[in-house]
C-alpha cells in the first residue's frame, strides 16, 4: 500500500507522526490545518530561523507554503466545478416526425361542382388532432325536411327552386379515445358559414327570397374513422352547430313585381355531418 510521509509546515506536523495509508486531503482542509496549528512563534520566522538561515529566506519559505496551499484548493475546486463530459447529442433522435392525415369527400360528387369538400389533419399526440375543413356545395333541396311536411301535411311536399352555393371554413380539435384516426371521435370547433343562395316558389308570397348572410357558429360531432391498411382512413361524422347569422333578405314578388330588402340578425341551428376519404402519413 502506498505511503505517505508526515508533511512538515514549519517545524509542525500536520499529518501526526509516523507513517500512515496516503489519504486524499482537500485544499480547504490543508488551509485550515496550516492556521489552526500556526502560532505566534510560527509567524516569528525570525525567532524560528535555523542558524546560518537569514529571516528574509525564512519569510520567503512562508509566503511559498501559502501560495502552494492556495493553488492547491483553487485547483481542488474547479475540479468539483466542471460537469463531466457529455458525448455530442444525437439529432436523429431528436427530430419529431408530425402525423398528417388528407381527405375529401366522394369523388363522385365533385362532378358538375356539386359539393366540394377537404379536411386537413395534424395530430398534436396519440390521442389528440386539429381538423381544418372547407367545404362548398350547392342549394338543394331540403329532401328530409319536404319529406316529413309532405308526410304531416298530405302533400306533394316543396315544389320550389334551389340555387347558389354556401361555403363553410372551419376548424376543429379532435379526440381520438382509441388511436389517432382509427375508432370513435369527438369533435369541437368553430365554423363559419357564408351563405348565397336563392328559393323560389309559386307557391307562396313572396315567391323569390334571396339570402346574403354569414354565420359564425361553435360546432360538434361525434364520428366513427377507420384505418384501411397502413395509411388509408374513412370519417365520418355528424354533430350540431349554433351561431350568429347576420346579413340581408331579399324578398320578391311576382304580382305585383317588388323588390323588398330586410336586414337579418338571428340564431342559425344547423345540422351537420361529413364523410372524408384519405391518406395518413407522417411529415
Avoid at 35 to 51: F, K, M, Q, V
Avoid at 145 to 157: C, E, F, H, R
Avoid at 167 to 186: A, C, E, K
Wanted: charged fraction near 20%; aromatic fraction near 8%; charge should be neutral.
Amino acid at each position: 500500500m502506498l505511503q505517505s510521509a508526515p508533511l512538515d509546515w514549519g517545524g509542525r506536523r500536520l499529518l501526526g507522526s509516523g507513517t500512515r495509508p496516503a489519504t486524499f486531503v482537500s485544499g480547504s482542509r490543508l488551509v485550515a490545518s496550516f492556521l489552526e496549528r500556526s502560532d505566534g512563534a510560527d509567524l516569528d520566522t525570525c525567532a524560528n530561523a535555523c542558524p546560518g538561515e537569514s529571516c528574509a529566506n525564512r519569510t520567503d519559505m512562508r509566503i511559498l507554503q501559502v501560495l502552494c496551499v492556495s493553488l492547491v484548493w483553487v485547483a481542488a475546486g474547479n475540479a468539483r466545478a466542471d460537469p463531466p463530459p457529455t458525448s455530442e447529442p444525437n439529432l436523429s433522435a431528436s427530430v419529431r416526425h408530425v402525423p398528417i392525415a388528407f381527405g375529401t369527400n366522394l369523388p363522385f360528387l365533385w362532378k358538375d361542382a356539386d359539393t366540394v369538400a377537404a379536411s386537413l389533419y395534424v395530430g398534436a399526440s396519440v390521442h389528440h388532432a386539429f381538423r381544418a375543413n372547407v367545404a362548398s356545395y350547392k342549394n338543394h333541396d331540403p329532401v328530409v325536411g319536404d319529406a316529413i311536411a309532405a308526410v304531416l301535411a298530405d302533400s306533394d311536399g316543396c315544389e320550389c327552386s334551389n340555387s347558389g352555393r354556401t361555403t363553410d371554413v372551419g376548424i376543429g380539435w379532435v379526440y381520438y379515445p382509441r388511436s389517432l384516426w382509427d375508432g370513435f371521435m369527438f369533435e369541437a370547433g368553430a365554423l363559419r358559414r357564408a351563405r348565397d343562395i336563392s328559393v323560389h316558389d309559386s307557391n307562396r308570397t313572396p315567391e323569390r327570397v334571396a339570402t346574403r348572410t354569414t354565420v359564425y357558429a361553435a360546432r360538434a360531432m361525434i364520428g366513427w374513422s377507420w384505418m384501411l391498411g397502413r395509411h388509408m382512413f374513412i370519417a365520418t361524422g355528424a354533430g350540431l352547430s349554433v351561431g350568429r347569422e347576420s346579413g340581408a333578405e331579399i324578398l320578391g314578388s311576382d304580382y305585383p313585381r317588388m323588390t323588398t330588402r330586410e336586414s337579418v340578425r338571428r340564431v342559425d341551428v344547423s345540422g351537420e355531418a361529413y364523410l372524408r376519404i384519405g391518406a395518413a402519413f407522417d411529415l
